[in-house]
């Protein structure tokens, strides 16, 4: 490791650690304040909600306030996050954006709105990070050369890769520290890439790093059994995280994807399966079909399904740090030759109960 590596290295980890540490103090506040104002989830007793008490939502808010926190304050004393080629405007996008899902969140965590007033927040978060210049200029051609975008090709990608990611988040948020535990690999590989010597980014590195603090503070009570959980906000949150992290750190856009292929092809299958059977009004109503809660359902506990998830995530997260881009598109199709081995074997299995 360079100098230059090791400074910013350094660096990363106490950025990280700041906002480690505001978020695990943070946290129980937001639970007591979400409390105190009804916004809590109360278990039904049936559907996908597995929880046997009432508990607070809003989560989300105390990852977003502390990246947002350290982040202003890097802004305000460093010139570290401004050397590369993130500039204020992007960082901006990424907050306003953030801002967004949060009142948005917060407004259906209260008021449990439709899914057609749901999906606002995530399309306006979506629109300003764009807006404020947040683009895909080149993406790298897994059969050799690069792929050049016209600006509105980059903005289209951008909208539906981001959408994509916040809604995988936003489905995957169905077992204690599911959600935010894989969005945390996703920041994780993310700051490692931008540490090695062919990708030495700094700036991307120190801001995957206090996201990632942010999102493990809060994990600390979020895993089984959960104190608090992320909520609507916090859910899609986490996901807008990942996504914008993988576009502005150059289009590394099949990095993320190796983290989070399984739950991605896990909406995908859930999202065919529920228009087929119900059409497009039954895609945003809530089941027990994904595949975390068919796991559930046969005696997996919730711990060894959210370590499951950890340690695919992980693994094919840090193949990425090491495979070329043909290589990954390998490994991307393994995974998908995997989770539709996994989906047959479990249809069959439930028409035979």
Same mark, same amino acid.
């Given at each position: 490791?360079?100098?230059?590596? @090791?400074?910013?290295?350094?660096?990363?980890?106490?950025?990280?650690?700041?906002?480690?540490?505001?978020?695990?103090?943070?946290?129980?506040?937001?639970?007591?304040?979400?409390?105190?104002?009804?916004?809590?989830?109360?278990?039904?007793?049936?559907?996908?909600?597995?929880?046997?008490?009432?508990?607070?939502?809003?989560?989300?808010?105390?990852?977003?306030?502390?990246?947002?926190?350290?982040?202003?304050?890097?802004?305000?004393?460093?010139?570290?996050?401004? !050397?590369?080629?993130?500039?204020?405007?992007?960082?901006?996008?990424?907050?306003?954006?953030?801002?967004?899902?949060?009142?948005?969140?917060?407004?259906?965590?209260?008021?449990?709105?439709?899914?057609?007033?749901?999906?606002?927040?995530?399309?306006?978060?979506?629109?300003?990070?764009?807006?404020?210049?947040?683009?895909?200029?080149?993406?790298?051609?897994?059969?050799?050369?690069?792929?050049?975008?016209?600006?509105?090709?980059? !903005?289209?990608?951008?909208?539906?890769?981001?959408?994509?990611?916040?809604?995988?988040?936003?489905?995957?948020? @169905?077992?204690?520290?599911?959600?935010?535990?894989?969005?945390?690999?996703?920041?994780?590989?993310?700051?490692?890439?931008?540490?090695?010597?062919?990708?030495?980014?700094?700036?991307?590195?120190?801001?995957?790093?206090?996201?990632?603090?942010?999102?493990?503070?809060?994990?600390?009570?979020?895993?089984?059994?959960?104190?608090?959980?992320?909520?609507?906000?916090?859910?899609?949150?986490?996901?807008?995280?990942?996504?914008?992290?993988?576009?502005?750190? @150059?289009?590394?856009?099949?990095?993320?994807?190796?983290?989070?292929?399984?739950?991605?092809?896990?909406?995908?299958?859930?999202?065919?399966?529920?228009?087929?059977?119900?059409?497009?009004?039954?895609?945003?109503?809530?089941?027990?079909?994904?595949?975390?809660?068919?796991?559930?359902?046969?005696?997996?506990?919730?711990?060894?399904?959210?370590?499951?998830?950890?340690?695919?995530?992980?693994?094919?997260?840090?193949?990425?740090?090491?495979?070329?881009?043909?290589?990954? +598109?390998?490994? +991307?199709?393994?995974?998908?030759?995997?989770?539709?081995?996994?989906?047959?074997?479990?249809?069959?299995?439930?028409?035979?109960?």
């Amino acid at each position: 490791m360079s100098e230059a590596q @090791g400074l910013v290295l350094t660096f990363a980890l106490l950025a990280g650690a700041a906002a480690f540490l505001i978020a695990l103090v943070l946290t129980p506040v937001v639970a007591r304040i979400a409390t105190r104002l009804g916004v809590v989830d109360r278990p039904t007793g049936e559907g996908k909600k597995i929880h046997a008490r009432s508990i607070p939502l809003l989560g989300g808010a105390a990852i977003f306030v502390s990246v947002a926190a350290v982040l202003l304050h890097l802004l305000a004393t460093t010139g570290m996050l401004t !050397d590369g080629e993130i500039t204020p405007r992007h960082y901006a996008g990424f907050l306003f954006g953030g801002l967004i899902l949060m009142v948005g969140g917060f407004l259906d965590d209260r008021y449990n709105l439709r899914a057609k007033y749901q999906i606002i927040a995530p399309i306006l978060a979506a629109v300003t990070v764009i807006t404020f210049g947040v683009e895909v200029d080149k993406l790298t051609n897994p059969f050799g050369g690069v792929i050049v975008l016209a600006w509105w090709q980059s !903005d289209a990608l951008v909208f539906v890769w981001l959408m994509t990611v916040m809604y995988t988040s936003k489905f995957l948020d @169905g077992l204690d520290g599911l959600s935010a535990g894989v969005s945390a690999i996703g920041a994780l590989m993310v700051a490692g890439l931008a540490l090695t010597t062919a990708y030495f980014q700094p700036d991307v590195a120190v801001l995957a790093s206090m996201c990632l603090g942010a999102m493990i503070g809060f994990l600390a009570f979020n895993l089984n059994p959960a104190s608090i959980f992320l909520g609507e906000g916090g859910s899609t949150f986490v996901g807008f995280t990942i996504g914008t992290l993988a576009v502005i750190s @150059g289009g590394k856009l099949a990095t993320a994807l190796l983290v989070i292929a399984i739950p991605m092809m896990d909406v995908a299958w859930i999202i065919v399966r529920r228009w087929r059977t119900g059409g497009i009004s039954a895609i945003f109503k809530g089941d027990r079909k994904h595949l975390h809660h068919r796991l559930l359902d046969r005696g997996w506990s919730q711990r060894k399904i959210v370590a499951s998830y950890y340690l695919v995530a992980l693994v094919f997260g840090l193949s990425a740090l090491f495979l070329q881009s043909r290589q990954k +598109l390998i490994a +991307l199709g393994a995974l998908v030759a995997f989770m539709v081995v996994v989906a047959i074997v479990l249809s069959k299995q439930d028409k035979r109960v």
